[in-house]
């Protein structure tokens, strides 16, 4: 079981918090899944705002939380709040498209268009195209340099930044 950025883990009493620096940790370490879903979406919205994007919320349960407006066509997406440190790998974090791990149903790319995902380390939304949801429970998104240098086949938050 991956353990959340900010949860406490045996051997590991403070979390890790992508504060190592300070010290501190983020005040989202003490929200509930709801909240770091709000804060998620908050995220985005300022943000299509920042864009000059016009964001609508649907009216009932489906697929995607936002159709977002960029004045030239409509996008569906699903928004994510990505913090779990990735297992065994400083300066990346896994974003999983399963509710919770714990379903097996993923996102394809006939219900949604995009997954916008605020990437908590890295105080980043990214805009994650078809080719890195469509039928996968996981993926890690790297917010800071590997230690041997690798940049082939990591997905940069830098690079993805909407």
Not at 47 to 72: F, M, N, Q
Not at 84 to 99: E, H, M, P, V, W
Not at 113 to 120: I, K, Q, S, T, W
Not at 138 to 145: D, S
Request: proline share 4%; charged share 25%.
């Amino acid at each position: 079981m991956q353990a959340n950025s900010c949860s406490t883990t045996p051997g590991n009493p403070g979390g890790d918090s992508g504060n190592e620096m300070s010290g501190e940790r983020p005040v989202e370490c003490s929200f509930s899944t709801a909240q770091k879903g709000e804060l998620a979406l908050l995220r985005v919205l300022q943000r299509s705002v920042e864009k000059g994007w016009i964001a609508s919320r649907p009216t009932r349960d489906c697929r995607y939380d936002l159709v977002l407006d960029d004045g030239e066509r409509l996008h569906r997406v699903q928004v994510k709040y990505a913090g779990r440190q990735a297992c065994n790998c400083d300066g990346a974090i896994s974003l999983d498209f399963t509710k919770g791990g714990t379903r097996d149903r993923t996102y394809f790319d006939h219900e949604i268009d995009a997954v916008l995902a605020y990437v908590a380390p890295a105080d980043t939304v990214v805009w994650l195209r078809r080719e890195y949801f469509h039928g996968r429970r996981t993926i890690q998104l790297r917010y800071a340099p590997t230690r041997n240098g690798q940049r082939n086949g990591c997905l940069m938050v830098n690079e993805l930044a909407w």
